[in-house]
């Protein structure tokens, strides 16, 4: 005679090969993370509210705010689909180091200097402190990454060669920057904060172009992140201008801000193809699928 426990292993087997029970599986998960992600969307509403509330001389400056705000939203949505999956599949790891150096670059000019900040008073702390949660989350998908669950990490689809872009930004920041700092090495760092954050998006844009079918919150996160670079975007687009050098007198051309406004739209240009599938997807109501590069046999 069968015993209870045996019989229902062996219905819980069946079940777990049966593709309508995987298939539910798949549904009710995405159900319970959608909740995550929306309660993020949620927290960000209230918390532009109360802002908009408490800080009395908000102004468009703030777009900068903001865009820190969606940025750290995609971390925490992408540290939900990790603890939630308790996989780091389809993350690229090259990506999450690259944040955690623009991030580490960027809070070490803006928590000491003010060139780079919004002018109303969302610059005297919110902003860094939306990049230091930001860091802090960036920390925590490291560790997620190369100790708690690095058995699922994909490392054979996340093959972006990003280590020579990565010196040629920061080189490129040492010889050309802004001064609105008036310091050498903080304007050098918050310009290679800008350079690699040009680039550190490319490993995960490669990434989900190899895998085709994008999981939920990895999309939103891309999302997230490409509504970032809008936001900072629609910021330097007028302040560009600034960072001109009247030292070399007024018709002299604006070499640094010409370079930061054009890395900011090669960072949105870059997306743009991601952002056209992403809300196809969204419209849909499904997953959110890529094509997949065509190979050619000879």
């Given at each position: 005679m069968t015993s209870p426990i045996s019989f229902m292993s062996a219905v819980g087997i069946k079940l777990n090969d049966d593709p309508k029970y995987k298939s539910a599986c798949e549904k009710s998960r995405e159900?319970?993370?959608t909740a995550f992600v929306l309660?993020?969307?949620?927290?960000?509403?209230?918390?532009?509210?109360?802002?908009?509330?408490?800080?009395?001389?908000?102004?468009?400056?703030?777009?900068?705010?903001?865009?820190?705000?969606?940025?750290?939203?995609g971390f925490y949505t992408l540290l939900i689909?990790?603890?939630?999956?308790?996989?780091?599949?389809?993350?690229?790891?090259?990506?999450?180091?690259?944040?955690?150096?623009?991030?580490?670059?960027?809070?070490?000019?803006?928590?000491?200097?003010?060139?780079?900040?919004?002018?109303?008073?969302?610059?005297?702390?919110?902003y860094q402190l939306l990049d230091?949660?930001?860091?802090?989350?960036?920390?925590?998908?490291?560790?997620?990454?190369?100790?708690?669950?690095?058995?699922?990490?994909?490392?054979?689809?996340?093959t972006m060669e990003?280590?020579?872009?990565?010196?040629?930004?920061?080189?490129?920041?040492?010889c050309i920057h802004g001064n609105l700092n008036d310091s050498f090495i903080f304007d050098s760092m918050w310009?290679?904060?800008?350079?690699?954050?040009?680039?550190?998006?490319?490993?995960?844009l490669w990434m989900v172009t190899k895998l085709g079918e994008v999981e939920s919150l990895t999309s939103h996160f891309v999302a997230l992140l490409i509504a970032s670079r809008a936001c900072s975007f629609a910021f330097w687009f007028y302040g560009?201008?600034?960072?001109?050098?009247?030292r070399h007198g007024r018709n002299s051309i604006n070499v640094a801000g010409l370079q930061l406004l054009a890395a900011h739209a090669l960072?949105?240009?870059?997306?743009?193809?991601?952002?056209?599938?992403?809300?196809?997807?969204?419209?849909?109501?499904?997953?959110m699928q890529l094509p997949k590069p065509a190979t050619i046999s000879i």
């Open positions: 159900k319970d993370v309660s993020g969307y949620a927290l960000l509403i209230c918390g532009i509210v109360i802002a908009q509330r408490c800080i009395a001389d908000l102004g468009f400056s703030s777009v900068l705010t903001l865009g820190a705000a969606f940025q750290c939203l689909k990790v603890e939630r999956a308790k996989s780091v599949a389809g993350i690229s790891s090259k990506t999450v180091h690259l944040y955690a150096a623009v991030l580490f670059l960027r809070l070490g000019s803006t928590c000491l200097y003010s060139g780079y900040l919004p002018v109303d008073s969302s610059g005297d702390f919110l230091i949660v930001s860091l802090f989350l960036v920390l925590q998908l490291i560790k997620c990454m190369d100790i708690t669950y690095p058995k699922t990490y994909q490392d054979s689809e996340d990003v280590s020579r872009m990565a010196i040629c930004a920061i080189v490129f920041a040492i310009t290679m904060s800008m350079n690699l954050d040009t680039v550190a998006m490319l490993p995960q560009y201008k600034e960072l001109r050098d009247d960072q949105l240009l870059l997306s743009l193809d991601f952002l056209f599938y992403y809300v196809k997807a969204r419209i849909k109501g499904g997953r």
